[in-house]
């Protein structure tokens, strides 16, 4: 007797292998093979916005996933110009994301593909995204690979120096010397920033090299005393490469630079290169150098022997700045950046060169504090959460933000900060399998990461969280799935999965999806109003998440 499938059993339509679509539904492929729904171009914009496209994902290359993001966001300029510049200025701005070239390049495409209102709010845009000489050079470079220079830009630009306090453009001037090719001569060659203000004037001409012709003390005197500070450590640098100072006079020199830093706030990038080996210019910075410079030279601080107990000075200055929440929001100093410091610190030595050191107990708790300070905050919602984090072979290979942190390890640490707030959780990995992680909320970061890492490889299932708790009758309200979208293994699709646990479980049990690459995907159903799809590291999704599942 040969069996009869029925007609609907063919179409099954409450578990169809996820290497088909589901009759009915708008999907998508995915780039491993499997479909999904597609993101809307709106969450797609914030997904770029935050993670960027630098290393492309498992299954695409950069260029690709660059031209990919770029045609999303032609899209929402197209649609709606103002919101896509509002979009770009609120995740800037709040610091949401790990690096803000994402921001700058949408920000370059719409003074190309904007309509004339656009255009126009995009340029006032600039100098509140671009608020640092490497920010305003990556401006100028992307626009000039897509565009000509017109009188709105030029403003735009130029504000960048006009409306920025005295004092602060000096700093500008002294920090950012020269990035990517790119110095403030050019740009203010090209920009001609146009203001009244005799300061400001003085210091423009300044970084045109204008100092020779037309330079009598009076405009010495207008620079101010930041650029007369950076003039004279220059001075003291040439002086102590000169070679013919005596150990003594050369500790004076050393001395003297560090007391004009001190008193001037002078950037570490302004000083010269024979004093950065010294361990009293960095005991001199330590106290004020911005939190961003702070974090990438604790390695080096560590190595000149500035931190070997808990009870060093510089050790109490650098904890203490990395455990004050005010400073870290206002530095906008990213979870992300904390973790890929608290990453290098830890193993005690650089990525390239040859720089070693001890870490300091105190300073590896400090940046544990601040990875979790950098969030929004949440409060317990007192629901029972499932956090399945994808450990598969794509995720364990995709770098987030084209840091050295892969997906799955920030998924892993992205887990922990519910886990800490949520008493009722669970935290899995999945990828064709499912298993316990062994991550509790009490671990640190760093045996989060490890106990994750041991788990990885193999294929993707991303329905396997909801099989789970159906098969083992488990109460949950929240099931949270941090992943790449790129799911394929399964024999029913993660919505269906989670459609029939809802029946035989829990009717309002809801569903968040953490994309952790910019990718055009998710398995969440757009319209379900019980799923939910967020982006992976932006500061603001773990309170965002709570919102979700306590409405
Ligand atoms: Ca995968």
Request: charged share 20%.
């Amino acid at each position: 007797m040969t069996s009869m499938k029925s007609y609907s059993g063919r179409v099954q339509a409450k578990a169809t292998p996820q290497s088909r679509p589901v009759a009915g539904k708008a999907e998508v492929q995915n780039d491993a093979g499997g479909f999904g729904f597609a993101l809307d171009k709106w969450a797609r914009l914030h997904r770029f916005l935050v993670l960027g496209a630098e290393g492309g994902t498992f299954y695409v290359g950069e260029q690709k996933l660059v031209e990919a993001n770029a045609k999303a966001v032609v899209e929402c300029l197209k649609e709606d110009g103002s919101r896509t510049v509002l979009e770009i200025l609120d995740v800037s701005v709040s610091g949401r994301a790990p690096k803000n070239e994402p921001a700058i390049f949408a920000l370059a495409l719409a003074t190309v593909y904007g309509d004339a209102a656009t255009k126009a709010t995009a340029y006032r845009a600039i100098p509140r995204v671009c608020r640092i000489g490497t920010h305003l050079f990556h401006f100028c470079q992307a626009v000039q690979d897509l565009r000509g220079w017109s009188r709105g830009l030029r403003g735009g630009v130029g504000a960048f120096y006009a409306d920025r306090d005295e004092a602060d453009l000096a700093y500008q001037l002294v920090k950012y010397r020269q990035r990517d090719g790119w110095t403030h001569k050019d740009v203010i060659k090209l920009a001609h920033p146009k203001t009244k203000d005799p300061v400001k004037n003085a210091l423009i001409r300044w970084a045109l090299g204008k100092t020779k012709e037309g330079d009598d003390s009076d405009q010495h005197v207008k620079r101010g005393p930041i650029i007369a500070a950076f003039e004279e450590v220059q001075r003291l640098g040439v002086e102590l490469a000169g070679g013919t100072t005596t150990a003594t006079q050369a500790q004076r020199i050393v001395r003297e630079i560090c007391e004009l830093t001190g008193k001037w706030r002078l950037p570490w990038e302004a000083l010269p290169t024979q004093v950065l080996a010294s361990a009293q210019t960095w005991e001199t910075l330590a106290p004020t150098m911005p939190l961003g410079a702070l974090l990438r030279n604790l390695g080096r601080m560590s190595s000149l022997g500035l931190t070997v107990s808990n009870l060093s000075e510089t050790t109490k200055i650098l904890a203490g700045r990395l455990t004050d929440r005010e400073a870290i929001r206002k530095a906008r100093l990213h979870p992300l950046s904390i973790l890929q410091a608290a990453k290098v610190y830890g193993q005690g030595h650089g990525d390239k060169g040859s720089l070693t050191w001890t870490a300091a107990g105190a300073i590896k708790d400090a940046l544990e504090g601040a990875f979790y300070l950098s969030f929004d905050s949440i409060e317990s919602t007192g629901k029972a959460w499932l956090l399945g984090i994808d450990v598969s072979g794509s995720m364990t290979s995709n770098h987030l933000a084209g840091m050295n942190v892969t997906a799955a390890e920030g998924a892993a640490v992205m887990s922990m900060i519910t886990a800490r707030k949520e008493a009722v959780h669970e935290i899995y990995g999945f990828d064709h399998g499912f298993v316990d992680l062994g991550v509790t909320a009490k671990d640190t970061l760093a045996e989060a990461i490890r106990k994750t890492n041991k788990n990885n490889g193999g294929g993707t299932d991303c329905a396997l969280p909801m099989i789970f708790a159906l098969e083992n009758k488990l109460k949950v309200d929240a099931f949270v799935v941090y992943t790449d979208n790129e799911t394929w293994a399964g024999k029913v699709h993660p919505f269906q999965a989670l459609q029939a646990y809802r029946k035989a479980l829990n009717p309002g049990a809801k569903l968040i999806v953490v994309g952790m690459t910019a990718t055009g995907f998710t398995i969440a159903d757009p319209s379900d109003a019980g799923m939910l799809d967020v982006v992976g590291f932006d500061p603001a999704t773990p309170a965002a998440m709570a919102d979700f599942v306590r409405g």
